[in-house]
C-alpha cells in the first residue's frame, strides 16, 4: 500500500539562544522565508525540514504546518522543537 502523501508548509522564524534558552523572535510584517512540499512521514517532514533550514544557513525555528487532512504518525513530537544553525555558548 502506498503511503499518502500530504502538503506542509515550513516557515522559519529568526531564532537566538539566550541565557540558556532558545527563544525564537518575530515582528509582524517581517518577510520569512518559506517553502511548501509534499511528505508522507514525520521523519520525511524532519529531513526536508533540515535541508531547507541548513541551506538557509541562518540561526531559526522551523514550523511546520500541515496544510489540508491528518497529521502522519508521530509529527508533533518530532516537528515541536526544530531548532537550525543556532550558535551555542561555550562552555569552560
Known sequence: ????LRDFT?????????????????????DLPKKHFQAATAAEIVVETEAFATAHGKPCHAGVRLVQG???????AQTASLYYNMEMPKTS
Open 1 to 4: 500500500m502506498a503511503k499518502k
Open 10 to 30: 515550513i516557515t522559519l522564524y529568526p531564532a537566538e539562544f539566550e541565557r540558556g534558552y532558545f527563544v525564537t523572535k518575530f515582528d509582524f510584517g517581517q
Open 70 to 76: 491528518r497529521k502522519p504518525a508521530g509529527f508533533d
